[in-house]
């Protein structure tokens, strides 16, 4: 997903800002990594499913894995998905070189294949961390991320002071401030994963 959720134009011509909300996912993948580990404690090589840009160059999401990775004593495995069309390979690779578990790093395109990427991991067995509870409830195994829900209801707050006169440019840009750890026992078992009590104790909801 992208870092801000909601993107008001000045009225002034040809001029841009970006105001809104942000998501924070690219300093979230560590978390989502952490959890991962936690949850799976025999995960060692993680896939990690990320869209490239036209040039192909990795982006803050893709760099925050690395580092978080190397602290954790992973390994990754960056595979790359341009489009819907390239998803069936991309699970064809993780599982070609022997992957233990997946992180699905938070872009839009993935978002709308969420029925599909849950589908997919678990059609290949892999354990998979998402950084949206829509994947869980979709049937993923784990998601830790900004609530969506709530980032949405803020955003109608910035269009009614835009419609009440504000200037976008006054805005700030938010941080969110409601975190959700979501996990599927359901999916869990379906996998042969018992998920440590540590981790289930934390979790904002655990589906059953």
Do not use: C
Not at 139 to 161: C, H, P, Q
Not at 199 to 208: M, N, P, T, Y
């Amino acid at each position: 997903m992208q870092r801000v959720i909601a993107l008001f134009q000045l009225d002034a011509p040809k001029r841009r800002l970006l105001t809104g909300l942000s998501n924070l996912a690219p300093e979230l993948v560590g978390k989502n990594l952490e959890m991962l580990k936690e949850a799976v404690p025999g995960v060692s090589r993680v896939a990690v499913l990320w869209q490239p840009a036209g040039g192909g160059e990795r982006t803050d999401k893709e760099k925050g894995a690395e580092v978080a990775a190397r602290a954790l004593g992973m390994r990754l495995q960056f595979v790359e998905a341009r489009g819907p069309a390239d998803l069936d390979r991309a699970f064809s690779d993780m599982t070609s070189a022997r992957a233990d578990a997946l992180i699905v790093l938070p872009y839009v395109m993935f978002f709308y294949e969420h029925r599909r990427l849950v589908d997919l991991a678990a059609k290949n067995r892999l354990p998979t961390v998402f950084s949206f509870r829509e994947y869980v409830d979709a049937g993923g195994l784990m998601a830790y991320g900004a609530s969506l829900a709530d980032l949405w209801r803020r955003a109608a707050t910035y269009v009614d002071k835009i419609l009440k006169g504000a200037k976008p440019g006054d805005l700030p840009v938010e941080q969110p401030t409601k975190f959700e750890l979501v996990i599927n026992l359901k999916t869990a078992k379906a996998l042969g994963i018992t998920i440590p009590q540590s981790v289930l104790g934390r979790a904002d909801e655990v589906i059953q």
